[in-house]
């Protein structure tokens, strides 16, 4: 009789596993969000590693201008597409057609969805819920 497990032992063990599991679910959603979304040490558009040293000969003043965390050349490319938004742009670049153009829009909106997201009440309660649990609980 003494390997008889009680059922309410075996429920709430069933309930911790569940509740343990749904607590990895919402680290890793957030973990996810902010390890590929907002890696300061890699640029934003291409992934590439960002020493935080610029290479670049252009004035400084320009680089402030770019609101995302970009590589050089995607900062470059970034400052072009607003350039080629307001009629200028390097006319030599001939691959910066309209597909190009389309891609960047594409990629800003998203990033705006992304923004919207981690703004969003839902995000912000499971923030809540992560810091009243604790780390490990």
């Given at each position: 009789?003494?390997?008889?497990?009680?059922?309410?032992?075996?429920?709430?063990?069933?309930?911790?596993?569940?509740?343990?599991?749904?607590?990895?679910?919402?680290?890793?959603a957030v973990r996810k969000v902010f390890q590929c979304t907002h890696c300061a040490l890699k640029c934003e558009k291409c992934g590439a590693q960002i020493s935080g040293e610029s290479n670049d000969t252009e004035p400084h003043q320009r680089k402030l201008n770019v609101p995302y965390n970009f590589c050089d050349e995607c900062s470059d490319e970034y400052l072009d597409y607003i350039e080629r938004l307001q009629g200028g742009g390097d006319p030599d670049c001939y691959w910066h057609n309209e597909a190009w153009i389309d891609s960047w829009k594409r990629w800003i909106d998203y990033q705006s969805s992304v923004d919207q997201y981690l703004k969003s009440k839902e995000f912000k309660q499971l923030l809540n819920e992560l810091r009243q649990t604790g780390p490990g609980e």
């Amino acid at each position: 009789m003494t390997n008889i497990i009680s059922f309410k032992e075996k429920k709430g063990l069933a309930n911790e596993k569940q509740a343990t599991l749904i607590r990895k679910r919402k680290v890793q959603a957030v973990r996810k969000v902010f390890q590929c979304t907002h890696c300061a040490l890699k640029c934003e558009k291409c992934g590439a590693q960002i020493s935080g040293e610029s290479n670049d000969t252009e004035p400084h003043q320009r680089k402030l201008n770019v609101p995302y965390n970009f590589c050089d050349e995607c900062s470059d490319e970034y400052l072009d597409y607003i350039e080629r938004l307001q009629g200028g742009g390097d006319p030599d670049c001939y691959w910066h057609n309209e597909a190009w153009i389309d891609s960047w829009k594409r990629w800003i909106d998203y990033q705006s969805s992304v923004d919207q997201y981690l703004k969003s009440k839902e995000f912000k309660q499971l923030l809540n819920e992560l810091r009243q649990t604790g780390p490990g609980e």
